[in-house]
């Protein structure tokens, strides 16, 4: 099994920046693709962006792309999502997931492991 915790979620004017981190529990955490998904009100739960466990790529949505930047400190188990130029489009429950393996996932249904999610909302 494995454990997500998430923190750093809050209020911040648009153009800011805030720095999200899922701590992990489990085995295996160096080879799980890790994930940031969001999920805005009455909108379906999003892929915002990827680390694989092995070779260590990393995708992101376009809607993100050049503003966020996802990455992994294995020794520590953990995973970041540095958000910069935050619009408030960007507001949403922020969710930290696991793969059970390595590899290209983009789809929520491919992940094993979720967060309880911590609130980003960015004002106007």
């Known amino acids: 099994q494995v454990q997500l915790v998430e923190s750093g979620g809050g209020l911040v004017q648009a153009g800011g920046s805030l720095r999200l981190s899922c701590a992990a529990s489990g085995r295996a955490f160096s080879v799980r693709t890790m994930a940031w998904f969001r999920q805005a009100p009455g909108k379906v739960r999003e892929f915002v962006a990827s680390?694989?466990?092995?070779?260590?790529?990393?995708y992101y949505a376009d809607s993100v792309k050049g503003r966020f930047t996802i990455s992994r400190d294995n020794a520590k188990n953990s995973v970041y999502l540095q958000m910069n130029s935050l619009k408030p489009e960007d507001t949403a429950v922020y969710y930290c997931?696991?793969?059970?393996?390595?590899?290209?996932?983009?789809?929520?249904?491919?992940?094993?492991?979720w967060g309880q999610g911590t609130q980003v909302t960015v004002s106007s």
């Open positions: 680390s694989t466990g092995s070779a260590g790529n990393t």
């Open positions: 997931a696991a793969a059970a393996y390595s590899g290209n996932y983009f789809e929520a249904n491919e992940y094993d492991f």
